[in-house]
Antibody, heavy 120, light 108 residues
Framework: EVQLVESGGGLVQPGGSLRLSCSASGFTFSRYTMHWVRQAPGRGLEYVSLISSNGGSTYYADSVKGRFTISRDNSKNTLYLQMSSLRVEDMAVYYC?????????????WGQGTLVTVSS | EIVMTQSPATLSVSPGERATLSCRASQSVSSDLAWYQQKPGQAPRLLIYAASTRATGIPARFSGSGSGTEFTLTISSLQSEDFAVYYCQQYNNWPPWTFGQGTKVEIK
């Protein structure tokens, strides 16, 4: 069974930094592209970033480009999102998502999310 | 980036009634369209993928249709556990995946 467990969320002041982690199990982590999707309180889903299976390719939404860095450690089955220069508008639940890799029945592999609160 | 637009924003339905939710894409996404259900405090739950295929364990009262730019999610007879927010997502042209803004199905 695929399990994705996010951690690292919390309260941070505007301009601060935070690193989120996503621990993966139940599949061969090193073979899959991974994604981050976020959801601000009471709002919809917003795509944030992706990283290819070997870490060689990344993508960032314009809203986080230059401030967030996605990375992974395949030896630890862990995905990361380093967030810096945080803004109030970055406040959200951040979800780690496994790419379906063409098997669309597995689109539903999301973690439970970790809440990032940006406030002074 | 493909823009997904859902309507209506809120749908008030009585239990046992039919609910019809719409999702429109700014350009064709073929059948690369998924529907999710989300309840408060929970991650989104996959209902439908490939526009019309129910995910594992999803009841038959949920059905999806459409292709290209127009899609529909139908809940044939609303149960109490179906009151939630529903999102569509395109995965035809990515990154990024893009999502609709959601339709809240509430009790009438």
């Amino acid at each position: 069974e695929v399990q994705l467990v996010e951690s690292g969320g919390g309260l941070v002041q505007p301009g601060g930094s935070l690193r989120l982690s996503c621990s993966a199990s139940g599949f061969t982590f090193s073979r899959y592209t991974m994604h981050w999707v976020r959801q601000a309180p009471g709002r919809g889903l917003e795509y944030v970033s992706l990283i290819s299976s070997n870490g060689g390719s990344t993508y960032y939404a314009d809203s986080v480009k230059g401030r967030f860095t996605i990375s992974r450690d395949n030896s630890k089955n862990t995905l990361y999102l380093q967030m810096s220069s945080l803004r109030v508008e970055d406040m959200a639940v951040y979800y780690c998502v496994k790419d379906p890799a063409g098997i669309m029945a597995t689109l539903g592999n999301w973690g439970q999310g970790t809440l990032v609160t940006v406030s002074s | 980036e493909i823009v997904m637009t859902q309507s209506p924003a809120t749908l008030s339905v009585s239990p046992g009634e039919r609910a019809t939710l719409s999702c429109r894409a700014s350009q064709s996404v073929s059948s690369d369209l998924a529907w999710y259900q989300q309840k408060p405090g929970q991650a989104p739950r996959l209902l439908i993928y490939a526009a019309s295929t129910r995910a594992t364990g999803i009841p038959a009262r949920f059905s999806g249709s459409g292709s290209g730019t127009e899609f529909t999610l139908t809940i044939s007879s609303l149960q109490s556990e179906d009151f939630a927010v529903y999102y569509c997502q395109q995965y035809n042209n990515w990154p990024p995946w893009t999502f609709g803004q959601g339709t809240k199905v509430e009790i009438k």
